[in-house]
């Protein structure tokens, strides 16, 4: 990070600016967001998740890690936690690796939409930066074993 750090690592400069528009780099999503999801199964049934998304360094990529109660459709509830590493590349491209550093995806808000293959599973997401520092993302998912649509929203928390 060429520009002057704060204590958190976070780019001072970078934020101030991009927070009146869109994100253009990691900087731009450090710290911790509210994060509410829906994930619509195609059989009707619908799932909801509360929780929070926290982003930490960890050396010059991001740390995601989310964690919340996930409400099912006879409002069982479980506790469940996913962790990702976000990598900055050039042109405001983030790279997003799954906790074991496997790929999972590229993005930008240049270039909000991305694709991934799992087995015959096909992932097709869709960010959306238009109220930032509020943010979405939709995820379609269709395959064999996987058939639903699956919606999160972020604000700073």
């Known amino acids: 990070m060429a ?6 690592g976070q780019d001072l400069g970078t934020a101030l600016i991009s927070r009146n528009g869109s994100p253009s ?4 999503f450090w710290g911790a967001w509210q994060l509410n999801r829906q994930i619509l199964q195609n059989s009707g049934e619908a799932f909801l998740f509360a ?5 930490t360094w960890s050396d010059s990529h991001l740390l995601y ?26 042109g ?4 997003v690796l799954f906790d074991d550093n496997r790929y999972f995806h590229t993005f930008s808000a240049a270039e909000p939409c991305a694709e991934h293959m799992c ?9 959306v930066f238009d109220h930032w520092p509020s943010w979405e993302s939709t995820w379609q998912v269709k395959g064999p ?6 919606i999160s929203l972020y604000q700073r928390a």
Do not use: C
Request: proline share 2%; hydrophobic share 25%; no cysteine.
């Open 51 to 55: 929780g929070q998304a926290n982003f």
């Open 3 to 8: 520009n002057s750090n704060n204590s958190t």
């Open 25 to 28: 780099s990691l900087e731009d």
């Open 92 to 95: 405001g491209k983030i790279d």
């Open 145 to 150: 074993r996987k058939d639903y649509k699956m």
């Open 65 to 90: 890690h989310e964690s919340g109660l996930v409400t099912a459709p006879d409002r069982k509830a479980l506790q469940a936690e996913r962790t990702y590493f976000w990598r900055q590349q050039a």
């Open 119 to 127: 087995g015959d599973d096909h992932y097709v997401v869709n960010y």
